[in-house]
C-alpha cells in the first residue's frame, strides 16, 4: 500500500552551528548549577531533578548530570570528558518521570532546518526495561523567561517539538519518538490524521513507539530496509524482521558507542503538511517521514524557527525498590548541530522520490 512519498532533503550547504566534545569545559555537575547557577560554556540553560546527589545528603551518589575529567573512562577513546547523565530508579506512586538532566543550547536567530548527532554510551548493568529522554529539538518563544522553555503542554512557551527517548517493555528495544505542535502551546498534540506515512499509530499526545523490524521497512536509503547491524549476532536486524531485538542488538554491550543523529525541517506554510524529520543510527538511515504540518493555524497566523537543542531528560524508571537508591548512568559525547544535513550523511546519488510500502 502506497503510504505517500519521501525524498532525502537536500540542501545547499551545511553550516556548522555549534560543536561540542565537553574536553574543554571546566568540570561541573547539577550541583554546582544548583548552589551556584553555573552552567557549562557556551550551553544556555539547564534542568535538573534529584533524590540522591551530595548535595542532597547522599555523598556517595551522583548528580543528575557531570562533566568531570575524572570520568574520562566514560568519555569517547577514553580520554578527555563528556556528558554523564545518573538517573535513579524511583516510584513516587504516580506515572511521574523523575531525575531530571536536561541541557540546552539556545540559538536567537533561529533556522528553519536542523541536523544534530551526537554519540551515546549505556553503562555498565543498564537496564532496559525503562525510559529515558535523550534528546529534544523546539521552538521556543524567547519572550519568555529562559526556565519557562520547560513550560509544555497546551499553553505552554515551547513547540513544535521533537522528543527521542530511550525506551524498552517487554517487545525489545524501541525507536520511541514523540511529536508535538506548535506554535508555542499551540496544537500542541498530533493526531493519527496529521502525519501520513507513519508505520506505526501514534498514541496519547503524539508518541510513536517503533521497533528496530518492520517498522524500519522502507524506511532506508532509496527506500530499502535499513542495514542496522546487529552488534551482538553480526549481520543485520532486517535479516529477521519477526525478531525481538534487545538493546545490545542496536546499541551494543557497554563500552560501545552508538552515533545518533537527526534532521528536522520546518513546514513551508501554516498547516501544509510538509516539514520533514530524518533519523540515523551510525550514520544508516532508519527512518523518515516528510509529511510534518509542525506548525498548523494558529492564533497569531505565524510561522516559527527551531531555535533550542537538548540533550538528556528525564526518565521513567522504577525498576528497583526505592530503598535500594539505584542510579546508572548513560554518556553522550561529541554533540554536533548544523542548519542541514552535512554531505556524509547524504546518499550518494539520492532519487528525488520514492516510495514507502
Do not use: C
Not at 235 to 241: H, R
Amino acid at each position: 500500500m502506497m503510504l505517500g512519498l519521501i525524498s532525502v532533503s537536500v540542501g545547499a550547504h551545511s553550516e556548522l552551528l555549534f560543536k561540542e566534545s565537553f574536553d574543554n569545559q571546566t568540570d561541573w555537575t547539577a550541583d554546582d548549577y544548583v548552589n551556584t547557577g553555573a552552567l557549562p560554556a557556551d550551553w544556555f540553560v539547564f534542568r535538573v531533578d534529584e533524590l540522591w546527589s551530595p548535595r542532597t545528603g547522599y555523598p556517595n551518589k551522583h548528580p543528575s548530570a557531570e562533566i568531570l575529567s575524572v570520568n574520562s573512562d566514560k568519555a569517547r577513546g577514553g580520554a578527555g570528558k563528556s556528558y554523564v547523565a545518573w538517573r535513579e530508579s524511583y516510584d513516587p506512586g504516580w506515572k511521574k518521570y523523575n531525575s531530571d538532566a536536561t541541557l540546552v543550547k539556545y540559538f536567537p536567530k533561529g533556522v528553519d532546518s536542523i541536523y544534530v548527532s551526537f554519540y551515546v554510551r549505556f553503562g555498565e548493568s543498564w537496564t532496559p526495561k525503562s525510559a529515558s529522554k535523550l534528546f529534544r529539538v523546539m521552538s521556543w518563544d524567547d519572550t519568555s523567561p529562559k526556565l519557562e522553555l520547560f513550560q509544555f503542554f497546551k499553553g505552554g512557551n515551547s513547540g513544535p517539538i521533537f522528543l527521542w527517548d530511550y525506551s524498552s517493555d517487554d517487545y525489545g528495544v524501541r525507536n520511541f519518538q514523540a511529536y508535538r505542535g506548535g506554535p508555542h502551546g499551540e496544537n500542541y498534540s498530533f493526531s493519527n490524521s496529521d502525519i501520513s506515512g507513519l508505520p506505526r499509530q501514534m498514541i496519547n499526545l503524539g508518541d510513536i513507539s517503533l521497533n528496530f523490524t518492520e517498522n524500519t521497512v522502507g524506511m532506508g536509503e532509496n527506500g530499502q530496509n535499513p542495514k542496522i547491524v546487529d552488534q551482538i549476532n553480526g549481520g543485520y536486524i532486517s535479516d529477521n524482521l519477526n525478531q525481538t531485538v534487545t538493546h545490545e542488538q542496536v546499541y551494543g554491550r557497554t563500552k560501545n558507542w552508538t552515533k545518533v543523529a537527526f534532521y528536522a525541517k520546518m513546514n513551508t506554510e501554516i498547516g501544509k503538511a510538509d516539514g520533514e524529520l530524518i533519523q540515523w543510527i551510525n550514520d544508516e538511515i532508519i527512518f523518515q517521514n516528510k509529511n510534518i504540518p509542525w506548525v498548523r493555524e494558529n492564533s497569531e497566523n505565524k510561522m516559527v524557527k527551531w531555535n533550542t537543542v537538548g540533550i538528556g531528560g528525564n526518565d521513567f524508571f522504577r525498576t528497583y525498590a526505592n530503598e535500594d537508591q539505584h542510579e546508572e548512568w548513560y554518556a553522550i559525547d561529541d554533540v554536533v548541530i548544523r542548519t542541514d544535513i552535512p554531505p556524509a550523511e547524504k546518499a550518494p546519488n539520492p532519487p528525488s522520490d520514492f516510495l514507502v510500502n
